[in-house]
């Protein structure tokens, strides 16, 4: 099974930390969080990744190298400017004959990925957004689903007014081969604001992760999920 880790972004809201190395590269009890990402997608059975970099990408290969380390074969594809979240993904896979894992290189989680895969495959949809309840939803996505589970609605960072729901979108996406043929070619392009809004009706499915999650996109954050390894919250 392949999945495509994005570890491009500038990461403006974690200086200084991030002034010598991408957000992916953070420490967390002294191991990057990028390295447990890997570890993450290995324990599901995930044997190849591929990564999208921007941003001191030789940081992240010095790092990664090709995988071996994991026990993943492992690529990286460098970014010239700026392609969004979607427009990096489809920059980097350029073909899929399968079901593919999308999450970021710099959130810490320990989500069932088999169970959240066999589900996708369940619903026949063409993409799945695992969704994730937290207390503070206008940081995020919020996401409103129907009975069946399918994605009826959702707005990136709400005001205290707009907020519909807890669920919250994790940044982590299981898509079908299909859907990047609507990313265009050599365009900034982003899953949650321009991508999933054009596939809503033929089938945004969502799944409720249960377990640990953090977006370390903050100094903040940061400092919370190390308190919350150290209290062992996190796998």
Known sequence: MKAVIMAGGDGKRLRPLSCTMPNPMVPLLNKPVLGYCMELIKKHGFDEAILTLRYLPN?????IGDGSAFG???????EDKPMGTAGGVKNALRQADDSVLIMSGDAMCDFDLTDAMREHRRSGAAATILLKKVKV???YGVVLKDKDGFISRFIEKPSAAEVFSDL???GIYIIEPSVLDMVPEGTEYDFSKDLFPKIKSEGLYSYNAVGYWCDIGSIDSYVSCQQDILAKKAD
């Open 59 to 63: 940081v992240i290969r010095r790092y």
């Open 137 to 139: 939803p206008m940081e």
């Open 168 to 170: 919250v979108n994790t």
């Open 72 to 78: 993943i074969k492992t690529e990286c594809a460098v």
